[in-house]
T-cell receptor
């Protein structure tokens, strides 16, 4: 049981390049999330998906797209990377039944855009 | 306006002493919940404790307890008998319902705790 996995762990991009951050969970969770963490800002929600086939914008969606490929996988795409997107990206998931409200986080992807 | 406010950017505590990390929140919902997460220097987010708005008793998990004062909209984390391994960033977060029937977390900016030997 790996929990939430993210790839890659580190990435350096040049301005204008594109890339996709991958996230997968093996806990059969319904909801999945993408956050970014910048120094002094805490975590901010980029996009989330309440179930397979649905996605919604969070607090800071500009410059990003997402795909909920199936129940396990939720990817984040940067079409044209900008230096302002230098950040640590976390994927998370949670089940929507019962009283367990905890979000389980992946290990993070550290992205640098030069 | 910030929904989660952590007013202490940094805190210091001596090993074996107790420390309180402050968190205030803003919501008009009747049903909500507050979380605390720990982020050590290795970067992972570790769930510590959860308090629901309807929970009558303050949540406790081992050395962690949550001092929940609903009328004051505060949810402070108390760590008893601090250990060197408690040195980390600590984030307070609140769960909010979404229009799609799911929910999301709103985080504070964090408090960096340093435990001195």
């Amino acid at each position: 049981n790996a929990g939430v996995t993210q790839t890659p762990k580190f990435q350096v991009l040049k301005t204008g390049q594109s890339m996709t951050l991958q996230c997968a969970q093996d806990m059969n969770h319904n909801s999945m999330y993408w956050y970014r963490q910048d120094p002094g800002m805490g975590l901010r929600l980029i996009y989330y998906s309440a179930s397979e086939g649905t996605t919604d914008k969070g607090e800071v969606p500009n410059g990003y797209n997402v795909s909920r490929l199936n129940k396990r996988e939720f990817s984040l795409r940067l079409e044209s990377a900008a230096p302002s997107q230098t950040s640590v990206y976390f994927c998370a998931s949670r089940i929507d039944r019962g009283i367990s409200y905890e979000q389980y986080f992946g290990p993070g992807t550290r992205l640098t855009v030069t | 306006a910030q929904k989660i406010t952590q007013t202490q950017p940094g805190m210091f505590v001596q090993e074996k002493e107790a420390v309180t990390l402050d968190c205030t929140y803003d919501t008009s919902d009747q049903s909500y919940g507050l979380f605390w997460y720990k982020q050590p220097s290795s970067g992972e987010m570790i769930f510590l404790i959860y308090q629901g708005s309807y929970d009558e008793q303050n949540a406790t998990e081992g050395r962690y307890s949550l001092n929940f004062q609903k009328a004051r909209k505060s949810a402070n984390l108390v760590i008893s008998a601090s250990q060197l391994g408690d040195s980390a960033m600590y984030f307070c977060a609140m769960r909010e319902a979404t229009q799609g029937g799911s929910e999301k977390l709103v985080f504070g900016k964090g408090t960096k705790l340093t435990v001195n030997p």
